[in-house]
């Protein structure tokens, strides 16, 4: 396995040279984002780790209710010491995303880690789905130590972190990968008050 530094400094200018030319494939995403946090995370970051971001084009579409249930009982599994409850809701009929299933996992366990992080002394994150414009929304809240004003603009900012490991790249590059299928990403957060992220990504609503 690579060092580290080294597989930042590749991370960081396969990133950088495919956005500038407007490449569509996936960025290679380097996991020991996840194995350098807290002790918690570094379990979760072997899950993430299992995740194949370059899987066949014949894989491009999700089953939304299908992929979060299992992801959601594997992480609960894996945090049951932590004293975090997951809930998960899903409002309606939900279509299938525009986004391999790795890549949708591993967008949806970014955010999750930095939810779990939010609660160090444990509490609650709710999942729900819903539909808004034909675009799958999933929304992820939890009720953990919230995000201060000033850092909340820079949130999404490369190597930005408030944490004291890490690599700062966890939210910046789920924000790529989620524009790179043409969806968006929103966080509103109050210090002391929780956040709440929600997601809008592309489904496939057949004719």
Not at 46 to 53: I, M, N, P, R, V
Not at 58 to 78: A, D, H, R, W, Y
Request: aromatic share 8%.
């Amino acid at each position: 396995m690579r060092p580290f530094l080294f597989s930042l400094v590749i991370f960081g200018i396969g990133l950088g040279t495919g956005f500038f030319f407007g490449r569509k494939k996936t960025p290679k995403i380097d996991f020991q984002d996840h194995l350098h946090r807290i002790d918690l995370l570094s379990t979760l970051g072997q899950l993430a780790a299992g995740f194949d971001l370059h899987e066949p084009s014949g894989q491009s579409q999700t089953n939304v209710k299908e992929s979060l249930s299992l992801l959601i009982k594997e992480v609960q599994e894996k945090i049951q010491s932590r004293h975090v409850e997951l809930s998960l809701q899903f409002v309606g009929s939900i279509p299938w995303v525009l986004i391999p299933e790795a890549t949708f996992k591993h967008i949806i366990l970014d955010v999750l880690l930095n939810a779990i992080e939010a609660l160090p002394k444990g509490g609650k994150i709710m999942i729900r789905t819903g539909l808004k414009d034909e675009l799958v929304k999933v929304e992820i809240q939890d009720n953990g130590v919230g995000i201060p004003k000033e850092v909340l603009s820079r949130i999404f900012d490369p190597f930005f972190t408030t944490k004291t490991s890490g690599t700062g790249l966890g939210l910046s590059t789920c924000k790529d990968l989620v524009e790179q299928y043409r969806g968006k990403i929103f966080i509103s957060s109050v210090e002391n008050g929780g956040t709440l992220v929600t997601l809008y990504l592309p489904g496939r609503f057949d004719s």
